[in-house]
């Protein structure tokens, strides 16, 4: 099979082959597109992500695909589920908001907590920080699809698997003629 496809690139022109590179790089080029156009219509930088633990259980597991809005007239309300990012954190967290705190000046702190986590999440939060604001928030998640998102987690554990994955979708869309 492998030999068969190499033989198949083989007997390709340099013309077929530059097409089929071009190819790649328009799927790759619309999926960027479609990416920043979601930012723009939900008001996210992320306006998807993957649930990574369980400390949302049982709302959402691990691997469950959730999207996010964020638009920044909407106030923030506590049982709200609000992805946020923490300085020195690189990865987003899925939490519940717990408490709210509003100031007469007008500023909202909240407090979140996973479900599933037995203490609020103070210990997660940047050293000295005890609330977060809006401007923590990377969106509120709007809906999900259970487990669909486990592809991802699967590829970031298991970067061989990654690569392979990669590698073949490419291989293929070198070789495709269509």
Known sequence: MIQGAFDELK?????????????????????????KGLMVVT??????????SGSMEPAFHRGD???LTNY???????????????????IPIVHRVLKLHEKE???????????NNNVDDRG????GQLWLTKKDVVGRARGFLPYVGM??????????????VLCCLGFYVLIHRE
């Open 72 to 90: 920044q007239e909407e106030p923030v309300r506590v049982g709200e589920i609000v992805v946020f990012k923490v300085e020195g954190r690189d």
């Open 11 to 35: 007997r390709m022109n340099k013309r077929q082959f530059i097409y089929q590179v071009l190819s790649f790089g328009m799927i790759v080029s619309s999926a960027l597109m479609i990416w």
């Open 151 to 164: 592809v991802t987690i699967y590829m970031n554990e298991y970067p061989k698997f990654k690569y392979a």
């Open 65 to 67: 695909l959730l999207f």
């Open 105 to 115: 000046n007008g500023t909202v702190k909240f407090l979140t907590k996973g479900d």
């Open 124 to 127: 997660l939060y940047a050293p």
């Open 43 to 52: 008001g996210s930088e992320s306006p998807i992500v993957v649930v990574l």
